[in-house]
């Protein structure tokens, strides 16, 4: 049988890691349960080794650098990462499991579906989720309904080829860019979200949902930089004609900033072109090192 690992990335859940644990050992009896520990400063650690976990310490402060530390270390055939905070439908992993065992689903994600008896107050965390998310398949052609989601099952392959340098949660858009540009097979599922229990999220709607839209056009530049930089030529181009058309008699300070702006356009054009030869040899090197890694798989 393929070896299973459910990865916990964690920051002070003492009061949900114990559910989290236990519905995923009654979930995947034959997995193994990884917490990875942020430096919580409430009892975690302690609850997580009670419960039977397998924890390790991450001392680099951010959900991406524990997840970058989780998946390097951890070996196995299919690799479960979850939040420990217990909102997330545990009985949906063993069909998540499946897809990438059976179907050969090299990442199958769990699009959230509040809970019936959920509040549903963070109307921003939905609002800037939702734009984030159509914002990410119109960019890298994705057809994942929730890119923000952190309950994802991968293959061995996929993980190991992955080559995150998220330190926050951007690290959700990252798998998702990663998984378009190798052009894997992706399913998603469908399941129960929850409210946290203390009712507090670590995600900052504002704080974080800009560092995620930044990480996102980062991502782009590098995904695709000859239309990431092909886009801004054309607006420098259209900006040259821009003082003839406000003043009737173009003169020489219309002249002069035409000149600059069509010659940044040309700048912009050449380097979009650079870059993207350089990005065909990243991408023929990923999916190198995708092809390159054991498939244990049934």
Not at 32 to 41: K, T
Not at 102 to 120: E, F, G, I, M
Not at 205 to 218: E, N, P, Q
Request: aromatic letters at 8%; hydrophobic letters at 40%.
């Amino acid at each position: 049988m393929p070896r299973v690992a459910v990865v916990i990335p964690c920051l002070n859940e003492e009061s949900s890691i114990s559910a989290v644990i236990e519905d995923f050992r009654r979930a995947l009896p034959e997995a193994r349960i990884l917490v990875f520990d942020n430096g919580s400063s409430d009892q975690t650690v302690q609850r997580a080794r009670e419960y039977g976990a397998e924890v390790s310490l991450v001392t680099e402060r951010g959900k991406g650098n524990v997840v970058r530390r989780a998946l390097a270390d951890v070996e196995s055939d299919v690799y479960v990462l979850v939040d420990g905070d217990d909102t997330y439908d545990a009985s949906i992993a063993p069909t998540m499991v499946g897809l990438v065992i059976q179907n050969k689903v090299d990442l199958v994600t769990a699009a959230r579906q509040y809970a019936p008896d959920s509040k549903q107050t963070r109307t921003g965390h939905q609002f800037g989720n939702t734009s984030i998310s159509r914002l990410v398949r119109l960019l890298f052609r994705s057809s994942e309904p929730d890119v923000l989601s952190g309950y994802r099952a991968m293959s061995r392959r996929f993980v190991k080829s992955f080559p995150t340098t998220a330190n926050g949660f951007e690290i959700e858009v990252q798998l998702t860019a990663h998984a378009s540009l190798l052009r894997v097979q992706t399913s998603t599922v469908t399941g129960l979200y929850r409210e946290r229990i203390n009712g507090r999220s670590k995600l900052k709607t504002i704080k974080d949902g800009r560092k995620i839209v930044f990480s996102i056009l980062r991502i782009y530049r590098g995904y695709a930089p000859s239309r990431f930089f092909g886009s801004f030529s054309l607006i420098a181009s259209a900006a040259g004609f821009a003082p003839f058309m406000l003043t009737t008699h173009g003169g020489l300070s219309s002249l002069v900033v035409t000149g600059l702006a069509w010659i940044a356009s040309i700048i912009l054009l050449v380097v979009g072109i650079v870059l993207n030869g350089i990005s065909r040899i990243q991408y023929q090197q990923l999916r190198l090192a995708f092809l390159s890694q054991s498939d244990e798989r049934v």
